[in-house]
């Protein structure tokens, strides 16, 4: 759409007609910008291919993933001299489909990211914003508990709590969702600290409006932008936690097709056969720079100083 304006010549008072771009909504503004990002598109389109690969995995899976079939062990994938289209990536040291399970491992993997992202994403955000907004004690305790936190190796207390209490879908969720909460506090304190001196969050506390409104309506949109980036950041690390804990056997345990068990599972046949190694590693790497690249890319268009 444009807009018609009309200007006076200096001569002869003549009218004569200028088309002038009409002014894009915020929202145009937004999607325009996430046309024009590479990254924020590819690392979109990775991402809804493997969502969309888990969710009809029932569909696209050539075989059962959990059925063994030991008089067809280890086919080569179809792009060796011995492969077959019967099996595409080939199979397992069990005679299991590669492609069904890796197909399915995309369903482990999603699942336990998003909701250890989701559980860290709410226990970090109510701490962040609380410590930077209210300050003195209530900011020194919270740091005090961050800086405890930080302390910890996460790879290790994962270790301990999984040996502890067990190795299962549910308990793999709880545990990194519980320990991946210190990036959100430490960001979102530090970007609540900054909005919290900004002009309209004093006009709304002189007007009298309540804690849970400013903090809803005038803190949390504007700080959004880093709460998007440490999420994408926080659902990657997730995943890569879950894979190493499943290569080292304390993650998610037979016969469930995570992508780390997979690899654990072709140690033995890395150097006869490193395929069974590549493939579950691809699809793990391809899945965390596909998070990363869309995060990078919601933090370009989505921040203050790209809109026009």
């Known amino acids: 759409m444009s807009e018609v304006t009309n200007t006076n010549t200096p ?4 009218v004569s007609l200028e088309i002038a771009p009409a002014r894009l909504s915020p929202r145009q503004q937004l999607y325009r910008r996430m ?3 590479l990254g924020f598109k590819v690392g979109l389109g990775m991402l809804v291919f493997a969502i969309l690969a ?3 995995a029932p569909l696209l ?3 059962d993933p959990y059925a063994q079939d ?3 062990r280890l086919i080569q994938p179809v792009w060796s001299a011995s492969g077959s289209w019967a099996h595409i990536l080939g199979t397992d040291a069990l005679g299991r489909d590669y492609l069904s399970r890796l ?3 995309a369903q482990i993997s999603l699942v336990i990211g998003f909701s250890a992202m989701i559980i860290s994403g709410v226990i970090g955000t109510v701490m962040g914003i609380a410590a930077g907004y209210f300050g003195g004690r209530v900011d020194m305790v919270i740091s005090f508990v961050i800086l405890n936190r930080l302390s910890m190796p996460v790879v290790l207390v994962a270790l301990a709590v999984v040996s502890i209490f067990g190795n299962s879908l549910f308990i793999m969720i709880m545990v990194l969702g519980l320990l991946l909460w210190d990036r959100f506090a430490v960001v979102l304190r530090s970007a609540t600290l900054q909005v919290r001196s900004i002009e309209y969050v004093a006009a709304a506390e002189v007007l009298g409006a309540s804690v849970p409104r400013i903090l809803f309506r005038d803190i949390l949109p504007n700080i959004s932008n880093h709460l998007l980036v440490v999420a994408s950041i926080e659902m990657a690390h997730a995943i890569l936690l879950e894979a190493s804990l499943s290569f080292l056997g304390l993650g998610v345990q037979p016969p469930l097709p995570s992508w780390g068990l997979m690899v654990s599972e072709a140690r033995q046949f890395m150097f006869f056969m490193p395929w069974m190694i590549t493939i579950p590693g691809t699809a793990i790497f391809a899945t965390v720079l596909a998070i990363n690249l ?3 890319g ?3 268009v989505t921040s203050p100083e790209g809109r026009n």
């Open 298 to 300: 919601l933090r370009d």
């Open 294 to 296: 869309l995060g990078d």
């Open 54 to 56: 888990a969710i009809f």
């Open 70 to 72: 030991l008089a067809n």
């Open 35 to 37: 046309q024009r990002h």
């Open 61 to 63: 899976a050539p075989y």
């Open 103 to 105: 197909i399915y491992g």
């Open 11 to 14: 001569s002869g008072g003549e």
